[in-house]
């Protein structure tokens, strides 16, 4: 495959890349990157660790950037190109692997900066294996919510209200949302952050702010929970990891379309989000560790090889890679939707990100006054310098 150009020479420099991947994720992928050395002869130095962004940071500002790094959120690779700090990367992958939304781009750009080495797919609610999730779906006490272990935290919350919006009006509006273009005050906004409100009502409001969604050993999750007892949980594939642990088996999902509250049943539009791999320093060497990474041999081989599910944006992957059905379903929606459109906050700019999990606290702190908290959104956005703030020039594909 034209993309995929692994050379063996004499003298090779090593690549160092930065991901946030410990522990068994990052044992699978250095399993990969030794089959790369195998090939090339070209070693790699990984880092892995869960502080991925502030270590990517300080490093940049250091002038000490590593050579590839995974992140993410598209939002913040976007100023890191904005900014200079990015080398292209057009012609790396093949273009028939790889379908919006993946390759998007900083608004105005024409290169590629950045390329999904994972998807994980985001309008998803899991539930124990064998229940029947229809039956309660209306009560919002049987719903497991948390925003986390501290009071920073409030992206599970985002994740609401992102596939409420997708669910309820559709990839137009939400890509026009997500680029800065409809305003936080618009009516379809405001209905998504009331529904999901009113859903929760004060007493779910005041409990979510109070629960980590990881459980309280940060263990196997809310579903899990003798002290919870709730039976649903909005959540994306990356639950079956970093949430459920050793119950993933006892795991089933059904698709939020059909069970979120006001969704439309019928809605194939999905929310995705990816860790996507990019180029802080030019090399042959580098380049070569990329193209090996978006491979679709590498990314059918990681998926295949993982203990732990690892689902891929390529489209030469297909779902009969996965280990079982339930990763195989999940699998299938990745390919199959009528749309996937990316995580909403992972796709803004950083500061509107950070200001939008701020207010997701506040609003459960407060749900009766959405306007002022959508209100205090909007300033911020429009109080930005557009010389100094990258969007995304589309988020659904």
Same mark, same amino acid.
Request: include cysteine.
């Given at each position: 495959?034209a993309?995929?150009?692994?050379?063996?020479?004499g003298?090779?420099r090593?690549?160092?890349?930065?991901?946030?991947?410990?522990?068994?994720?990052?044992?699978?992928?250095?399993?990969?990157?030794?089959?790369?050395?195998?090939?090339?002869?070209?070693?790699?130095?990984?880092?892995?660790t869960?502080?991925?962004?502030?270590v990517?940071?300080?490093?940049?500002?250091?002038?000490?950037?590593?050579?590839?790094?995974v992140?993410? @959120?598209p939002g913040e #690779?976007? $100023?890191y190109?904005?900014?200079? /700090? %990015?080398?292209p990367?057009d012609?790396? &992958?093949?273009?028939?692997e790889?379908?919006?939304?993946?390759?998007?781009?900083?608004?105005g750009e024409?290169?590629?900066y950045?390329?999904?080495?994972?998807a994980?797919?985001?309008?998803?609610?899991?539930?124990?294996?064998?229940a029947?999730?229809?039956?309660?779906?209306d009560?919002?006490?049987?719903?497991?919510?948390?925003?986390g272990a501290?009071?920073?935290?409030?992206?599970?919350?985002?994740?609401?209200?992102?596939?409420?919006?997708?669910?309820?009006?559709?990839?137009?509006?939400?890509?026009?949302?997500v680029?800065?273009?409809l305003?936080?005050?618009?009516?379809e906004?405001?209905?998504?952050?009331?529904?999901?409100?009113?859903?929760?009502?004060p007493?779910?409001?005041?409990?979510?702010?109070?629960?980590?969604y990881?459980?309280?050993?940060? @263990?196997?999750?809310? #579903?899990? $929970?003798?002290?919870?007892?709730? /039976? %649903?949980?909005?959540?994306g594939?990356? &639950?079956?990891?970093?949430i459920?642990?050793d119950?993933?088996?006892e795991?089933d999902?059904?698709?939020?379309?059909e069970?979120?509250?006001?969704?439309?049943?019928s809605?194939?539009?999905?929310?995705?989000?990816?860790?996507?791999?990019a180029?802080?320093q030019d090399?042959?060497?580098?380049?070569?560790?990329?193209?090996?990474?978006?491979?679709?041999?590498?990314?059918?081989?990681?998926a295949e090889?993982?203990?732990?599910?690892?689902?891929?944006?390529?489209?030469?992957v297909?779902?009969?890679s996965?280990?079982?059905e339930?990763d195989r379903?999940?699998?299938?929606?990745?390919?199959?939707?009528d749309?996937?459109?990316?995580?909403?906050?992972?796709?803004?700019?950083?500061?509107?990100?950070n200001?939008?999990?701020?207010k997701?606290?506040?609003?459960?702190?407060?749900?009766?006054?959405? $306007?002022?908290?959508?209100?205090?959104?909007?300033?911020?956005q429009?109080?930005?310098?557009?010389?100094?703030?990258?969007?995304?020039?589309?988020?659904?594909?």
């Open positions: 495959m993309a995929l150009r692994l050379v063996r020479t003298t090779q090593g690549v160092t890349i930065l991901a946030p991947w410990t522990e068994e994720e990052a044992a699978a992928f250095e399993a990969l990157l030794d089959q790369f050395t195998d090939r090339t002869g070209i070693e790699v130095n990984y880092q892995g869960p502080a991925q962004r502030e990517l940071l300080s490093e940049v500002q250091a002038g000490t950037a590593p050579d590839l790094a992140i993410p @959120g #690779l976007a $100023d190109a904005r900014n200079r /700090d %990015l080398i990367l012609g790396i &992958a093949d273009p028939g790889y379908d919006e939304p993946w390759l998007a781009r900083p608004a024409e290169h590629t950045w390329l999904p080495v994972k994980d797919l985001k309008s998803i609610v899991w539930h124990e294996k064998g029947q999730p229809e039956r309660f779906a009560d919002p006490a049987r719903w497991c919510v948390g925003m501290d009071a920073i935290w409030g992206w599970p919350g985002s994740d609401w209200i992102e596939d409420i919006l997708l669910q309820q009006s559709g990839t137009d509006v939400y890509e026009k949302w680029t800065g273009k305003p936080w005050t618009s009516p906004v405001r209905r998504a952050w009331t529904t999901w409100g009113g859903f929760l009502k007493d779910g409001a005041r409990r979510a702010l109070l629960t980590d990881r459980g309280p050993d940060g @263990g196997d999750g809310l #579903l899990f $929970d003798p002290g919870a007892d709730c /039976d %649903l949980e909005h959540q594939s990356f &639950a079956r990891v970093h459920y642990h119950r993933a088996d795991t999902f059904e698709l939020s379309s069970i979120l509250p006001r969704a439309r049943s809605a194939r539009h999905r929310e995705v989000s990816g860790d996507y791999v180029m802080f090399s042959d060497e580098g380049r070569q560790l990329m193209a090996f990474l978006v491979s679709a041999d590498t990314q059918r081989t990681w090889s993982s203990r732990t599910p690892v689902f891929s944006a390529n489209s030469r297909t779902p009969a996965y280990g079982d339930v379903r999940i699998a299938r929606e990745l390919r199959e939707a749309a996937l459109c990316l995580d909403a906050s992972d796709a803004m700019p950083p500061p509107v990100r200001v939008f999990h701020q997701i606290l506040e609003y459960l702190a407060d749900p009766g006054d959405v $306007d002022t908290v959508l209100e205090d959104l909007q300033r911020l429009d109080s930005l310098d557009p010389a100094e703030t990258s969007w995304l020039s589309s988020v659904c594909g």
